[in-house]
């Protein structure tokens, strides 16, 4: 199960107390048992319900499409988890963790782990047509078929002939995947895959309608008409960089157990717009992102959510750029920051300075990764500073490299930025004074919109990017496998081999303690060798409900989405 991608996220807020998934909070651990249970999760004790039952919640950015999958951001997940039904649905219970059965009431596996077999249940689609075993195997070839262009196909690398499929020599019907039945799927794997329960809560894993995808083509994702839904919610409407509304799938098997009857997700990419909606009651929920609108809404009257997440911003190279090909050129960009006063100066004091690419937040069985693995980036500075350097003499070592001379003001420098709003603003006027100042350099900031952005990502025509990037599962691999070069989910363009061998042994590997070393060898590697990524702060979301709202997660990788939410004194 890879990484969310899906979730890239555009901007630096993840901004809805249920709609963001993709991360991890600090002592929970997933259930992922070799056998699901057959009962769902019960609700528990409720007050009185409102009559009408609604949500007004928002998205900081337009969804790039709903097409299962090509979806790579963090907006078409938050609405996918709640108009979807996957195989298994990650809850919560009290302050912990386990793995629901969903569009599976069971599964088992063989003695080594390598083959899974689900049992589905009785369940539809919006459409009143069911939804089988066969349509698992459609989705899962079709991302898998390199022809699709899946930025997502990576989450299928425990699949027995993924890599081949992936790389054109074997079929896509080679697939480790078949329907035994209408209602009976099996999943064979290359190896055994310690997290591969928890792997399949992901987007990629969900059924797709081959005879409606057929029909649509391309329009698959695009509008409200060309989406069918299989979960608590469908889309009855979708209009574009304005608002997403859903409503209660009647047709969904547990039904009965999803109070509301509509979601309106308002597109709000302006922080002041939504922070104002959920001060006049327009919004339900809103996640504060400085200090001053924390303090106004932990008034006592609202709920307040403080948990630590398994989601970075960082920044990140173009390993193919004529200028960031070099690493100790990365390295003194990395190493320029004073995540401390970048975490006061832009985030107001909100987040966790981060110095190495997996969070604080995972771990490896009960073992703490971070701990374990050290903070890399803060080992550099100190490494450099014993040497009696600084960043610039790096940058100065890497120019000579490339024959640029010695004068960094003369070197063209972009980063590039996903949002136009005053808070990107601000960032990147604190960007250009620091490299200034540390480095001499003239920095120059790209502002555009996510989709023009990430436009620019995939095309390669970039040299420095920022964006957020949040784990799915509890273990340092779904960060990690980010880079393999076969995958490249961030599409800076670098390739190292001994990376990929490490990443692949991992990947299987059942022995705790060699896993956590490979992970460590490996984030070495990424971060301390060749220095592509520059991780930066880590999410800690400070969310809030209106005192009204019950039944939402408050585990962050948890993904009922609003399934069990209701309203009770509106």
Known sequence: M???????????LCLSFTACGGTTTPST???????GG????????????????????????????LDISLRSDTYSYSVMINTMEG???LEQKGDEYFMAPAGAESWESN????????????????????????????????SANPDTGSPNSFFLQPLKNYEDISAGKLPVTDLGVKAI????????????????????NATIYYPQREDLITTWGEKYGSEAQYYIANGPFRVESWTH???????????????????????????????????????????????????EWLQKFDNGTNQYNKSVQGSNVYAFYNAKDALFQNANIRKAFTLSIDREDLNEMCFGGLRIPTYGWVPASMAVGDTNYREKAGNMIQEMIDE?????????????????????GSDPSTLKVTFSLAGTSEWFRTLGEYLQQVYKDQLGINLEISYSEWGIFYDNVQKGTYQIGFMSWGAYYNDPYDMLSLFVSSYDAVETGWANAEYDALIKQSGSEMDEAKRLQEYKDAETILIKDDCVISPLATFQSHSFAKSYVHGFDTLSFASSGFKYVYTAGR
């Open 111 to 142: 003695t080594d782990g390598t083959v899974w077999t689900f049992h589905l249940r009785q369940s539809t689609w919006e459409d009143g047509q069911p939804v089988t075993a066969e349509q698992y195997v459609y989705s899962l070839q079709r």
């Open 241 to 291: 960089n304005s608002s997403l509304n859903l409503v209660k799938n009647e047709k969904y098997w547990d039904a009965a157990n999803v109070s509301l009857s509509k979601v309106k997700l308002s597109i709000m990419t302006d922080e002041t717009t939504f922070y104002n909606a959920f001060d006049s009651g327009e919004l339900d929920f809103v996640t504060a992102g400085s200090a």
């Open 181 to 200: 039945d209408a209602n009976t799927l099996e999943i064979a794997l290359s190896a055994p895959t310690p997290s591969f329960i928890s792997m399949i």
């Open 384 to 404: 450099l500073t014993a040497q009696g350097k600084t960043p610039k003499d790096l940058l100065l070592q890497g120019m000579q490299e490339l024959n640029l």
């Open 29 to 35: 651990t997933a259930a992922a048992g070799t056998t």
């Open 38 to 65: 057959a009962t769902t999760s019960a609700a528990p004790a409720q007050p009185q319900k409102d009559a009408d039952q609604y949500i007004n919640s928002y998205l900081t950015s337009e969804p790039q499409t």
């Open 2 to 12: 890879k990484k969310l991608m899906a979730l890239l996220l555009a901007a630096v």
């Open 87 to 89: 195989l298994v649905r």
